[in-house]
């Protein structure tokens, strides 16, 4: 069983930053992609970045600029990410999932809140 939980929201103005984690625990881990996806008030939950088995990491074309997916570190039992979010917008306000996927199985945190006010 894979266990994954975010940390690092919270309120913030706008023009601020905020660095989220992500960790994907397990016996036998193998994780092989991560995701970051948000969802906002009233909208769809949506894509914000990924970083695929290969090492290649993509953010959404909205976010590029502001957001990206500095590292993602693995070990046995344990795979972390990060998201590093600056020029915050009131927009950004959602609640933030972490997504792992293993052998084809999708693993979801609880998500994590950020805040921003203008």
């Known amino acids: 069983q894979v266990q994954v939980v975010e940390s690092g929201g919270g309120a913030v103005q706008a023009g601020g930053s905020l660095r989220l984690s992500c960790v994907a625990t397990?016996?036998?881990?193998?994780?092989?992609?991560m995701a970051w996806y948000r969802q906002a008030p009233g909208k769809q939950r949506e894509l914000v970045a990924n970083?695929?088995?290969?090492?290649?990491?993509?953010?959404?074309d909205s976010m590029k600029g502001r957001f990206t997916v500095p590292r993602i570190s693995r070990a046995s039992a344990e795979t972390t990410m990060t998201l590093q979010m600056n020029s915050l917008k009131p927009e950004d306000t959602a609640v933030y999932y972490c997504?792992?996927?293993?052998?084809?199985?999708?693993?979801w945190g609880k998500g994590t809140l950020v805040t921003v006010s203008s």
């Open positions: 997504n792992a996927r293993r052998f084809g199985k999708d693993y």
């Open positions: 397990g016996s036998g881990l193998s994780i092989g992609s």
């Open positions: 970083i695929l088995p290969d090492g290649r990491a993509n953010v959404a």
